[in-house]
């Protein structure tokens, strides 16, 4: 009986840790969900099991925790769980994936009297050399058990190197769209599942967007076909929680050349503008350069930095 106590306890407790996947949207003026959480590593447990965990990416918890092993982390390491976001600088509406982020946001129609929501999850991305598209699309289809069409360029890339596949992958085990698929209405362009979990939150697809088995398995039944996709590219997101501001700083996806002339790149001219839009008022030489300190971190993780950035009106 001690036993079963024991496994039940740690059940419960595993349970609890779990992230939820959709927030009630802010109140009017503040723009962040979520919660910062922290777990200690298990033996034998990466930091992909704990993302996964969390419906996380690779990319999120391995960017909160940089002086962590993703593969080995000791035992009893204390491990910085990103649950909290600043929702997307775009209207909160339809379905919004933000590339740097490696994350998309699905706002569901509230009926009468539901509270307002947004459903979040992380994603697999566009590879270099196959990056996915910015910009507005549609939901046109959606498919159960998908069979998947090896790309001519990528099936005739493999037979050069010696590599005999059939093109024609069909739905189960190996197929790389997972159980389900939503068709977007631009040429090979799908937002899936995959039999490679391991790899959300990589920059690893053909430019699709993946997700987990269970994610995707959740969300092609909430969202309806027709629905909104505005695909976008926001590394750096500035939003406010109670009067207070922070930034949320993710690696670009491309990175420019090094900027010879000097002055802002582009992301920090972003960061920038998003601190003045918020009013946070001019800022000194001190300021800009804690601003640029911490956007280059680039953690993922929201940062108040209106303890040390005021108005100099």
Same mark, same amino acid.
């Given at each position: ?149 090896? @790309?001519?360029? *990528?099936?005739? !890339?493999?037979?050069?190197?010696? #590599? %005999?596949?059939?093109?024609? /992958? ?64 926001? @590394?750096?997101? *500035?939003?406010? !929680?109670?009067?207070?501001?922070? #930034? %949320?700083?993710?690696?670009? /996806? ?60």
């Amino acid at each position: 009986m001690k036993r079963i106590f024991i496994l039940l306890s740690f059940i419960c407790s595993l349970s609890a840790e779990v992230s939820a996947e959709s927030f009630p949207l802010p109140s009017a003026g503040n723009q962040l969900v979520g919660e910062i959480q922290y777990v200690e590593s298990l033996a034998g447990e990466t930091l992909l099991d704990i993302a996964r965990r969390f419906d996380l990416g690779y990319n999120e918890i391995t960017a909160a925790n940089p002086h962590v092993d993703p593969w080995l982390p000791d035992e009893g390491t204390r491990i910085l769980v990103p649950t909290r976001f600043v929702l997307p600088q775009t209207p909160w509406r339809d379905v919004v994936v933000n590339l740097s982020e490696m994350r998309v946001y699905y706002f569901p129609a509230p009926r009468n009297g539901e509270t307002p929501m947004v459903i979040t999850h992380p994603i697999g991305i566009g590879r270099e050399g196959g990056a996915t598209p910015v910009g507005d699309f549609q939901i046109v289809m959606k498919i159960d058990h998908p069979n998947w069409t090896m @790309p001519e360029a *990528v099936y005739n !890339e493999l037979l050069s190197n010696g #590599i %005999e596949t059939p093109r024609l /992958i069909p739905s189960g085990p190996d197929n790389p769209l997972g159980e389900y698929a939503m068709k977007l209405n631009a040429d090979g362009l799908f937002i899936h599942g995959t039999n490679k979990p391991y790899s959300i939150g990589m920059r690893v697809t053909l430019g699709c967007l993946r997700l987990y088995p269970e994610d995707i398995n959740q969300l092609i039944h909430q969202i309806p076909k027709g629905m909104a996709v505005h695909i976008v590219d926001q @590394p750096y997101k *500035v939003g406010k !929680e109670n009067g207070v501001l922070f #930034i %949320e700083a993710h690696a670009p /996806i491309e990175h420019d050349a090094p900027n010879a002339g000097g002055g802002m790149t582009p992301e920090v001219a972003g960061v920038v503008a998003g601190v003045v839009e918020s009013n946070v008022g001019r800022l000194s030489p001190a300021q800009w350069e804690y601003i640029v300190a911490l956007a280059g971190r680039h953690t993922g993780v929201p940062t108040a930095i209106s303890r040390r950035v005021v108005s100099n009106n």
